[in-house]
Nanobody, 126 residues
Framework: QVQLTESGGGLVQAGGSLRLSCTVS????????LAWFRQAPGNEREFVAA????????WYHDSVKGRFTISKDNAKNTLYLQMNSLKPEDTGLYYC???????????????????WGQGTQVNVSS
């Protein structure tokens, strides 16, 4: 049974930083592609960042490039999202996701996801 458990969300002022974590169980960690998505109230769930299972290949939504960094620790079965220079528009529920397919263009959507975590809330105040 695949389980994805996020943590690390919270309230931060604009310009601040947060690091999200996602522990993964029930699947060989090194063999799965993983991603972060987010959803603001009234909006659809949108792609934030992804990392390939074979390592080295990363993808980011244009809105977070240069500010967010996705990484993983194979020894800890943990996925991370380091978020710097946060903006109020980064506010939302952040979800960890196990990918079932990759996007050749980096334009990931919910159709690329097989399993979801429960989400962790990020609030950025202005």
């Amino acid at each position: 049974q695949v389980q994805l458990t996020e943590s690390g969300g919270g309230l931060v002022q604009a310009g601040g930083s947060l690091r999200l974590s996602c522990t993964v169980s029930g699947v060989p960690f090194r063999s799965v592609g993983l991603a972060w998505f987010r959803q603001a109230p009234g909006n659809e769930r949108e792609f934030v960042a992804a990392i390939a299972h074979y390592g080295g290949e990363l993808w980011y939504h244009d809105s977070v490039k240069g500010r967010f960094t996705i990484s993983k620790d194979n020894a800890k079965n943990t996925l991370y999202l380091q978020m710097n220079s946060l903006k109020p528009e980064d506010t939302g529920l952040y979800y960890c996701a196990k990918l079932s397919t990759y996007s050749a263009t980096g334009d990931f959507g919910t159709h690329n996801v097989r399993f979801w975590g429960q989400g962790t809330q990020v609030n950025v105040s202005s």
